[in-house]
């Protein structure tokens, strides 16, 4: 276990001077909190006495209590700060003017997940363009990336499917911090934002989260530990179609499954040799809300046996070759809407490209289908490794 110390404690223990005399606006979850369990707004509060005027909510709410997507939070006023909350995923997704009047500089401490299709990142993208729209300055609070920051898979996005769950050609997995993403959005992708990280203490780029002695909170309904936020870049695929995601059970991301499936025919048609790093237990599970609610659905739990050479994308992949391939008749891609775009597909947003998911219903072999994507990979390792702040 290591000491690592969040940009929110970094902050919290050395404030900089520019920030005495400053409005401040934060951006925060329940997962933006210190070691102690201690909510960003309280410390901050306390730190800078007087200078909080406003909070900003991401996807999920405030209180991160919204289940799943497109389901808007409200703005609120906080009854523990007596402060405005405005809501990013609600009437609007871009920070507006009377909004960014409130403050000069805006905090933001959001734990993120190291996976494309998860908001946060966009909507701190949005916060960018609003903040060099205003002259307002931006200040991230960086935590690590509970997925490691070394190992990147995927392809990149296609900005032909440009969305709220990608905006970027980036891969799946980026292998990021939120820091480094904001900079790499911030310079790469032609914002230029008044920007600054304060950096974690203590992070190195192989630690998974349970390495760093950190305590997770969910920063999302739907990820509720650090197991189901590893799976997530490979498992995030099913909410484009109709087999079940887990949500809705005590193991979303972790339990995958549909009233239709055969375990045993999924198992003899993937070979456990290709599954590195995990182990497929075939289960069964009757999800509470969702797909598939109050009906028994038949799939598997992912056990990790070792993270390091788990790939979840892969994996996720292999496994929904193997349910075309066995259940071409009932299974289905998800019709539109999805994050907000009523024309496409889901399952093209999600994988950020309509040929790659073509090349999956083809069942071309994983092989190919990785080559197809391996030199814009290699191009975005080098290109993000300038952004890198560990």
């Known amino acids: ?23 401040l606006g934060l951006l925060c979850n329940p997962a933006s909190v ?8 309280d410390l901050i509060q306390r730190c800078c006495p007087g200078q909080l005027k406003a909070l900003l909510a991401p996807q999920h709410g405030f209180f991160a209590d919204k289940q799943d997507n497109m389901i808007e939070s409200d703005d609120l006023v906080d009854t523990v700060s007596n402060l405005p909350v405005f809501s990013l995923y609600g009437k609007t997704r871009k920070p507006t003017a009377a909004m960014m009047d409130k403050f000069d500089v805006l905090l933001i401490d959001l734990q993120d997940v190291g996976t494309r299709v998860y908001t946060f990142a966009y909507t701190i993208s949005y916060c960018l ?20 920051g070394i190992t990147i898979e995927g392809n990149l996005l296609n900005t032909d499917y440009s969305s709220f769950v990608g905006r970027y050609p980036i891969p ?28 974690i203490h203590g992070w190195q780029r192989e630690m998974l989260f349970n ?3 950190l305590p997770w909170v969910a920063p999302s309904p739907n990820l509720p530990t650090p197991t189901s936020a590893m799976v997530y870049p490979g498992q995030v695929l099913w909410e484009g179609t109709n087999v079940s995601e887990g949500r ?67 994996t ?15 299974f289905n891609w998800k019709a539109p809407p999805y994050e907000y775009e009523f024309e496409k597909q889901p399952i093209d947003l999600i994988i950020g490209d309509r040929a790659i998911r073509q090349r999956i219903e083809k069942l071309e072999s994983i092989a190919s289908i990785e080559q197809s994507w391996m030199q814009a990979l290699q191009r975005y390792q080098k290109m993000s490794r300038a952004f890198h702040l560990y």
């Not at 060099?132 to 509970?146: A, C, E, G, Q, S």
């Not at 990021?176 to 992708?189: I, K, P, Q, R, S």
Request: charged share 20%; net charge neutral.
């Open 129 to 148: 363009e609003a903040a060099r729209k205003y002259r307002k300055k931006v200040l991230i609070l960086d935590r690590p990336n509970p997925i490691n």
């Open 34 to 41: 210190d070691r102690h369990f201690t909510l960003a707004r």
């Open 316 to 330: 996720t992949i292999l496994l929904l070759q193997a349910i075309l391939q066995n259940h071409k008749t009932e």
């Open 211 to 213: 390495d760093t002695g």
């Open 1 to 23: 276990m290591h000491d690592v110390q969040t940009g929110l404690e970094v902050f919290i223990q050395s404030p900089p001077d520019w920030i005495m005399g400053k409005r």
């Open 172 to 199: 799946m997995r980026h292998g990021l911090t939120m820091g480094e993403l904001a900079h790499m959005f911030n310079t790469e992708f032609g914002i230029h934002a008044d920007l600054d990280v304060i950096k």
């Open 248 to 314: 809705g059970t005590t193991l979303p991301f972790e339990v995958f499954g549909a009233p239709f499936i055969d375990p045993q025919k999924i198992l003899e048609t993937v070979s456990m040799d290709v599954l590195s790093g995990a182990i497929l237990r075939t289960c069964a599970f009757e999800p509470t809300a969702n797909k598939w609610c109050g009906q028994l659905c038949r799939g598997f739990q992912i056990h990790i046996t070792d993270p390091n050479s788990y790939q979840p994308f892969r």
